[in-house]
């Protein structure tokens, strides 16, 4: 089933979200909604929170026509390693139309659970990285936005409430 999508400007994107503790079942169900609502958006990731579901949850697949696929269900992910940089346009499925060009970590190791509870550890480099990094992001209610200039944050939030008058947002 595929989900709303919450945009910016809905309060639980701010919000640090919850450690999730009781795993198969209805928390299944919800990841399988997520990839499907995170594919039908052209994205290669998506935070519970973005669905409004305020857990620690990600998805994503980051595979194109060069890597295979790479389909991940993270819960209660932590970093534990950040290291290297990469400069690169990156938006957001909550901030639909905007762009920034966002520097972040070139490799990552982070760890959580699947959606069984068994402990994972994972790897990444390069978009799986910058990914990772944008989805904790979002579970610890930090958003892309808060990562450009405040002049370009004002200018954002400007066009915002003008699409939002607009009923466009």
């Known amino acids: 089933m595929i989900l709303d999508i919450v945009k910016y400007?809905?309060?639980?994107?701010?919000?640090?979200?919850?450690?999730?503790?009781?795993?198969?079942?209805?928390?299944d169900k919800l990841v399988d909604d997520m990839f499907e609502t995170m594919y039908a958006a052209s994205g290669v990731g998506l935070a519970a929170a973005q669905v409004g579901i305020s857990t620690q949850l990600f998805v994503m697949d980051c595979s194109d026509a060069t890597r295979k696929t790479t389909k991940i269900a993270l819960i209660n992910p932590i970093i534990e390693l950040e290291e290297g940089e990469q400069i690169d346009s990156e938006g957001c499925l909550s901030l639909p139309?905007?762009?920034?060009?966002?520097?972040?970590?070139?490799?990552?190791?982070?760890?959580?659970?699947?959606?069984?509870?068994?402990?994972?550890?994972?790897?990444?480099?390069?978009l799986e990285a910058r990914c990772v990094v944008h989805e904790?992001?979002?579970?610890?209610?930090?958003?892309?936005?808060?990562?450009?200039?405040?002049?370009?944050?004002?200018i954002i939030e400007r066009r915002i409430k003008r699409l939002n008058r607009e009923g466009r947002w």
Do not use: C, Q, Y
Not at 9 to 27: C, M, Q, T, V, W
Not at 103 to 108: G, K, L
């Open 9 to 27: 400007g809905n309060p639980i994107l701010s919000r640090r979200a919850e450690h999730i503790s009781d795993f198969g079942g209805p928390l």
């Open 136 to 154: 904790i992001h979002h579970l610890e209610g930090k958003l892309l936005v808060s990562l450009v200039s405040p002049l370009k944050r004002d």
């Open 97 to 126: 139309g905007f762009s920034f060009e966002i520097t972040r970590p070139e490799h990552v190791i982070v760890r959580g659970n699947d959606v069984n509870g068994t402990d994972i550890r994972l790897e990444v480099v390069g």
